[in-house]
C-alpha cells in the first residue's frame, strides 16, 4: 500500500515536472497525458514485442514523444493562450482515439505484458530531473526563460528566439512525460487507453498550478498533496470524492499563485550587489 | 436512410450547438474557460429523470432544468471565476471549475448511482412519427430539434435586441469601459453564468429524451467537442457555436452513415486544430485585440 502511494507519487511528481517544464516558457499543455500514454505505448512495444531491455524502451519512448512533440508544437505553438490550451487539449484527445484504434497495440482492449519498473527507478529519475531542474534555475537560461514567460514580445525584441526556446521546451516536457509514461507501463503490466485520458492532462496541470508555478519545488508539492489527498481523505468513505473536489477548489481559492509562489533568485546576492542591476 | 442520418445529424448539432454557446458567451464576457459546464449539461439529464420519476410531464423538466442549471452556474461562477482575475487567472479558472465539477459528478452518482437511469417515460414516444417521403420522422426528434432551434432563435434575439444582451455585448467587448459607464459587471457575469449554464441543462436534458436515459459519465466528452466546435465557430461569437454545432453534428452522423464513427472524435479535434492554424479566431471571430492578447 505504501509502497504503490510512493510509486504513484513518483510517476506524478515526474509528470508535474514534465508540464512545469513546458510552462518555464509560458506554454500551458494539456497534451502531456497524451505523450504519458505515447510513451507507455512506445516502450512497451520495444520490450514485449521486440524484446528489447527497459533502458532501450525508455529511450525509444522519450525519442519518439520528443518527435512528435516537435511535429504537434511547431504549428500549436502558433496560437496564443486559451487557443494553445484547446489546441492541447485536441491533441489529447486524436491521440487516445488514435490508440483505440492501432489493434497491433490491443485498441480498447489495452496491451499487457510490460514489467520491470522498480521504485528504484522512478525515484532515480526524480532525482536526475531534479538535479538538472536545479541547474537550471540557477542557470542564465532560466533568466531567459522568466523573460519570455513574462512578456515573449519584450524578449523577442531583446534577441531571444522565442519559438525555438519554446518549442525545445516543449520537447523536452513531451519527452519527460513519455519517460514517465514509459515507466508506468512497465509498473502496471497493462495499459489501456483509458488510463491516459484527457482527465489525466488536467490532473497533471493541476498539480503545477497547485503547487504554484513559479519555482521548481511547487510542482512536485502539488503531485505529493493531491495524491495522497484522497488517502487523507479515506475516513470520509464514500463521500471522499466531494471533499477532494471541494478541498481543490478551497485551496485554489485561498492560495490563488499557488501553495509556492515566490520565485527563486537566479543570481546569488552577493554577485547581485556587486554588479548593481544584474537581477 | 442518408435523409434520416441528416436529422439525427441535426439533432445531435442543435444540442453541441446549446452547449457550444454557453461556453461561448462565458468566453466573450470573462475571457475564460467553464469546465465545470460539461457537468452542468449532465445534470440537464438527471432533472429529466427527477421529472419523470415524480410523475410529472416530461416537457416541465425544461423550467427546471433551466433554474437549477442557472443557480448552478451561479455557484461556479463564485466559487471558480470571482476572485481569480490576475493574467494567469484562467488556468486557475478552468481547474477550479474542473474541480466544482467533480463535486457535481460525485453528488449526482451519490443520489443515482453510477450506472445509466433510465427516464420514466411511454417508450411509444420513440416510435410514434410521421413518415412523408419515405423517410421516418419520430416526433421526439422533431420536438427536440424545434426545441433548440427556438431557444436558439430566442437567445440571439435577447443578446441582439434586450438590455441583458446589449449589456452582456458591452461587457464582451471591454469590462472596464462598461464598468466606468455605470455597468454593473458583476450582474452581467452572473446573468451570463445563469444563461450559459440553463442552455447546457437545455441540452443535457434533450440527449436523455433523446436516448431514453441520463448516464453521468456523458459530460466531458460531449462537452469537450463542444469546446472545440466553439473554437471553429470563433470564440465569443454565437452565430459562429450555433452554424459549428450543427454543421459537426451533420458531420458526425456523416461519419457514421459512411463506418467511420469511431473518427468522430479526430474529427472534430483536427477540424478544430486545422481552423486555428488557419485562421486563428475561428470561422466568425474578429482579430479584436483582446483575442490577440489572449
Not at chain 1, 510513451?39 to 525508455?58: E, F, S
Request: glycine share 12%; proline share 3%; charged share 10%.
Amino acid at each position: 500500500m505504501i509502497g504503490e502511494l510512493a510509486t504513484m507519487t513518483g510517476f506524478n511528481i515526474l509528470l508535474a515536472w514534465s508540464v512545469y517544464i513546458i510552462l518555464l516558457s509560458g506554454t500551458l499543455s494539456f497534451a502531456n497525458g497524451a505523450f504519458m500514454a505515447i510513451g507507455a505505448y512506445v516502450a512497451g512495444i520495444v520490450t514485449v514485442k521486440l524484446g528489447l531491455p527497459l533502458a532501450a524502451g525508455l529511450a525509444a519512448a522519450a525519442i519518439a514523444a520528443a518527435a512528435i512533440g516537435l511535429l504537434a508544437g511547431y504549428p500549436a505553438l502558433r496560437t496564443r493562450g486559451i487557443y494553445l490550451m484547446l489546441v492541447t487539449v485536441g491533441l489529447a484527445a486524436v491521440v487516445e482515439t488514435g490508440i483505440q484504434n492501432i489493434p497491433y497495440i490491443g485498441g480498447v482492449k489495452g496491451m499487457g505484458g510490460m514489467q520491470g519498473t522498480t521504485l528504484y527507478h522512478i525515484y532515480g529519475a526524480v532525482l536526475v530531473v531534479g538535479l538538472a531542474l536545479w541547474k537550471l534555475t540557477h542557470s542564465p537560461l532560466q533568466r531567459l526563460l522568466d523573460a519570455v514567460r513574462e512578456d515573449e514580445r519584450v524578449a523577442g525584441a531583446l534577441g531571444v528566439n522565442v519559438v525555438y526556446l519554446q518549442l525545445a521546451l516543449f520537447c523536452f516536457g513531451a519527452a519527460l512525460a513519455a519517460f514517465a509514461g514509459g515507466l508506468y507501463s512497465h509498473h502496471m503490466f497493462f495499459i489501456a487507453p483509458d488510463h491516459f485520458m484527457v482527465i489525466v492532462s488536467v490532473f497533471v496541470v493541476l498539480y503545477v498550478i497547485m503547487g504554484g508555478v513559479n519555482n521548481m519545488w511547487g510542482p512536485p508539492l502539488g503531485a505529493i498533496i493531491l495524491t495522497l489527498l484522497p488517502e487523507l481523505f479515506r475516513p470520509v468513505g464514500q463521500w471522499r470524492q466531494t471533499v477532494y473536489g471541494v478541498a481543490i477548489a478551497a485551496l485554489l481559492l485561498f492560495r490563488r499563485e499557488g501553495l509556492m509562489p515566490f520565485r527563486i533568485p537566479s543570481v546569488r546576492l552577493r554577485r547581485n550587489q556587486e554588479s548593481g542591476s544584474a537581477r | 436512410m442518408l435523409a434520416e442520418q441528416l436529422i439525427n445529424g441535426l439533432v445531435l448539432g442543435a444540442m453541441y450547438a446549446l452547449i457550444a454557446i454557453g461556453y461561448s458567451l462565458v468566453f466573450g464576457v470573462l475571457d475564460k474557460l467553464t469546465f465545470a459546464h460539461s457537468e452542468i449539461f449532465m445534470v440537464g439529464g438527471y432533472v429529466g429523470v427527477a421529472t419523470a420519476a415524480l410523475g410529472m410531464p416530461v416537457w416541465w423538466a425544461i423550467p427546471f432544468a433551466i433554474v437549477i442549471a442557472g443557480i448552478l452556474g451561479l455557484i461556479v461562477e463564485y466559487v471558480s471565476f470571482r476572485k481569480f482575475n490576475t493574467p494567469d487567472g484562467h488556468i486557475t479558472a478552468a481547474l477550479s471549475s474542473f474541480a466544482v465539477g467533480i463535486v457535481m459528478i460525485d453528488l449526482v452518482q451519490k443520489v443515482w448511482g453510477t450506472d445509466p437511469v433510465d427516464l420514466d417515460i411511454p417508450r411509444s414516444i420513440y416510435t410514434a412519427g410521421i413518415t412523408a417521403w419515405g423517410i421516418r420522422l419520430a416526433w421526439i426528434k422533431l420536438a427536440i430539434l424545434g426545441t433548440t432551434l427556438a431557444i436558439m432563435v430566442g437567445l440571439q434575439l435577447m443578446i441582439m435586441k434586450s438590455r441583458i444582451g446589449r449589456n452582456i455585448r458591452a461587457v464582451a467587448e471591454s469590462g472596464t469601459a462598461s464598468a466606468l459607464l455605470g455597468i454593473d459587471v458583476k450582474r452581467v457575469t452572473q446573468q451570463t453564468f445563469f444563461i450559459a449554464s440553463a442552455l447546457a441543462a437545455v441540452a443535457g436534458l434533450m440527449l436523455a429524451l433523446r436516448g431514453g436515459f441520463a448516464d453521468s459519465n456523458v459530460g466531458l466528452g460531449f462537452a469537450l467537442k463542444a469546446l472545440a466546435i466553439m473554437a471553429i465557430g470563433g470564440m465569443g461569437d454565437v452565430r459562429g457555436a450555433m452554424l459549428g454545432g450543427l454543421a459537426i453534428g451533420v458531420l458526425e452522423a456523416l461519419a457514421f452513415q459512411f463506418d467511420l464513427g469511431k473518427f468522430s472524435e479526430v474529427l472534430v479535434w483536427g477540424l478544430m486544430i486545422a481552423v486555428l492554424l488557419v485562421r486563428p479566431t475561428g470561422l466568425f471571430g474578429r482579430a479584436t485585440a483582446r483575442e490577440l492578447r489572449a
